[in-house]
């Protein structure tokens, strides 16, 4: 079990979570931002800092929101688990179903 | 300009992000990090309960930064009793204050010094083997007891009493906590909240966890639980969910049960010599009731303890300061800064607020002169204060991984000591 990050945050990263994230599991990739679930403690840290409420314990996970558990785990398929988010840049990438959404209102993909 | 030398006082979550924070300067040449234990980690060691270790976890980030060839660990040394502000200020460019907060907050009701009366800092601190806890001799004999408090903290004290000990052997739990724990004769804990459901400071994951431990039964009145639920945010929304659930289940009968009573405002501890029941009032209705108890645990927050020579707002129970700056030169972070609340990812940004304010003062701050890094640890040996290194406390981890082997779990901590300072020094 582990903290996920949901739709809410596509095209939004307030990226205020990463600051706070005692371990690093919070990665950013192009359009979103990602826990990698293998090195989230589980400390809750994230959850109410998100500007966007799009943080939630794998439990809480509202039912139109199941999916992205195994969205953020998938993510990090290619690269496993790197240990702290400072070392790596996976901006240039995202999972497929993130991928496939169309632009949020407001947000950083509208060109 | 020569690098900059650092000391922070407290190895744990506080002091640590302020490490982080420091490593990532490149005028900082070496920190010292000072703890009155002869252990890093601080609360992360001595207040996350033994049974989440994936919270432990954290460890591994920690120990990568003291780890660091420009940082050491300086445990076994007290502030203000081994060395003074004075010593710190004489050798360290900056020094940044995280001390935490280890003592209990007072209820200040009647019978609350009663024998049998415990805060929850200091039965914490017993079942994770702290090395300056006192054994918990109110646990013997005890058929009821009673946690006062509505946080994470009342959660822990709650959980680890009702749980079977069986449970806890593949925990770092000292042997002779998890004996004590076994002799339990405990078949009713109370859980006492002042306010209401909506109110409780619970997070939804502890109590769940409560919820899920098997062999307990969990008591809730179902009246306690009608608040008003419109516009709840999502913890407290999650946590009503989650307590309609315990109210909806049917007690099994079982041997220990746990009642989390709401609405119930302690107004004193009855007793005769030692502590025996906790009255307590509904806010709402003026009306009491009244519980037996052979212990009385208060988790209604921590307090911290002034350092010696540093101002403190004793109202608050903090150091005051602006960003993270007591003065220039000085610098706090953690809880000693902004009182007790929070999760441990909390103390980053602090950290990283207090080490911009003391690298922006760096420029304009006088570089101590003559101060040879040798210079405090020959001060200590001077003082004849055995102080615990790096090496020393690796020493004492690989101690206690051999502990864990013999029990068939990770590690099994080290409570006594002398026996650590022993171990170190080997």
């Known amino acids: 079990m582990a903290f996920v990050i949901t739709q809410g945050c596509v095209d939004i990263k307030d990226k205020t979570c990463l600051t706070v994230c005692p371990v690093d599991c919070i990665y950013e990739g192009e359009r979103m931002t990602y826990i990698q679930p293998l090195e989230c403690i589980d400390c809750g840290a994230c959850a109410p800092q998100c500007p966007q409420d799009a943080i939630y314990y794998e439990l809480d996970l509202p039912a139109d929101r199941q999916e992205y558990a195994r969205v953020n785990a998938e993510f990090f398929d290619d690269i496993g688990s790197p240990g702290s988010s400072s070392t790596v840049d996976l901006t240039d990438r995202d999972h497929e179903t993130v991928r496939a959404l169309p632009a949020t209102p407001g947000g950083t993909h509208e060109r | 300009m020569t690098g900059r030398r650092i000391a922070i006082v407290g190895a744990g979550p506080a002091g640590l992000y302020a490490l982080q924070a420091l490593l990532t300067r490149p005028e900082v040449a070496g920190v010292d990090v000072f703890d009155r234990l002869p252990v890093p980690y601080g609360l992360v060691r001595y207040g996350v309960a033994a049974d989440h270790p994936k919270t432990r976890a954290v460890v591994r980030v920690f120990h990568r930064l003291l780890a660091d060839p420009r940082v050491r660990f300086l445990g076994n040394v007290t502030i203000g009793t081994h060395l003074q502000r004075d010593d710190l200020r004489a050798h360290y460019d900056a020094v940044v204050y995280a001390t935490g907060a280890r003592l209990d907050r007072d209820l200040g009701i009647a019978g609350e010094t009663l024998p049998g009366s415990l805060g929850a800092a200091e039965f914490v601190s017993w079942y994770s083997g702290h090395p300056d806890a006192v054994p918990a001799d109110a646990l013997a004999g005890a058929r009821s007891a009673v946690v006062i ?36 004769t405990l078949t009713d804990i109370h859980l006492l909240a002042r306010r209401g459901p909506a109110d409780a400071r619970f997070s939804p994951l502890e109590l769940r966890e409560l919820g899920d431990v098997p062999d307990l039964d969990i008591l809730v ?43 119930h405002r302690p107004i004193r501890i009855e007793g005769d010599g030692r502590v025996g029941a906790v009255v307590a009032e509904d806010p709402r209705t003026g009306t009491t009731v009244r519980y037996p108890a052979d212990i009385v645990l208060r988790a209604i927050g921590y307090r911290a303890v002034p350092v010696p020579g ?76 055995p102080v615990v290194d790096w090496a020393g406390w690796l020493r004492i981890e690989a101690h206690e991984a051999q502990l864990g082997a013999r029990r068939g779990t990770a590690t099994v901590k080290l409570v006594d000591r002398a026996r650590m300072l022993a171990i170190a020094a080997t």
């Open chain 2, 221 to 263: 009145d179902r009246a306690d639980l009608a608040a008003d639920r419109a516009g709840l945010s999502g913890d407290a929304g999650r946590n009503l969910t989650l307590l309609d659930g315990l109210a909806d289940r049917t007690p099994a009968g079982r041997g220990r049960r746990i009642h989390l009573h709401f609405w």
């Open chain 2, 149 to 184: 408090g509505a946080g994470n903290v009342a959660l822990d004290v709650v959980r680890i009493l009702g749980k079977d000990p069986a449970s806890l052997r593949d925990t770092d739990m000292p042997d002779e906590v998890l004996a004590a724990l076994s002799r339990s």
């Open chain 2, 310 to 385: 540093l101002p403190f707002d004793d109202d608050r129970a903090i150091v005051p300061h602006t960003d993270g700056r007591i003065a220039p030169g000085e610098y706090v972070t953690g809880w000693l800064g902004r009182g007790p609340s929070g999760v441990i990812g909390t103390n980053r940004p602090d950290a990283v607020r207090a080490v911009a304010s003391l690298v922006a003062d760096l420029p304009t701050l006088p570089q101590r002169p003559g101060t040879a890094p040798s210079a405090v640890p020959a001060l200590l040996a001077a003082r004849g204060v």
